[in-house]
C-alpha cells in the first residue's frame, strides 16, 4: 500500500465508523499516547524492564499493533491538515541525503 492509499483508507474509514476526525489538539494528545505505549514495550522487550505479567501476545505482534496504532493517529492528523504524507516523506529523505551524504559515514561512533 502507498502511503496516500493509506491516507484514502483511513480518511474512508473515518467516514465509515468514526463520524469525524477528533480536533487536531485531541489527536496530538492521542498521539502522544500511542508513542508513549509503543515506548513501553519496546522498554520491556529490548530494555531492562520487565513486563509485570507475561504478555499475552508476542513482543514482536504487540509492537506491530502499536507501530499501527501510532500511524493511524499521524495520518488522520495529516488528513484533517491536508498534508500529503508521501510528498512530504519523499522532500524529507531528500533532505536528509543533502544534509547528511558523508556525515555518518564520518561518525567514528558508527563504525564497526
Known sequence: MQINEAQEKVHKWIEDYG??????LTNMAMLTEEVGELARIVAR???E???KV???K???EMLADEMADVMFVLICMANQMEIDLEAALLKNLKKKTDRDASRHEKNQKLKK
Do not use: L, M, V, W
Not at 19 to 24: A, D, H, M, S
Open 19 to 24: 463520524i469525524r476526525y477528533f480536533n487536531e
Open 45 to 47: 522487550t529490548y530494555g
Open 49 to 51: 524492564q520487565s513486563f
Open 54 to 56: 507475561n504478555p499475552e
Open 58 to 60: 508476542p513482543a514482536k
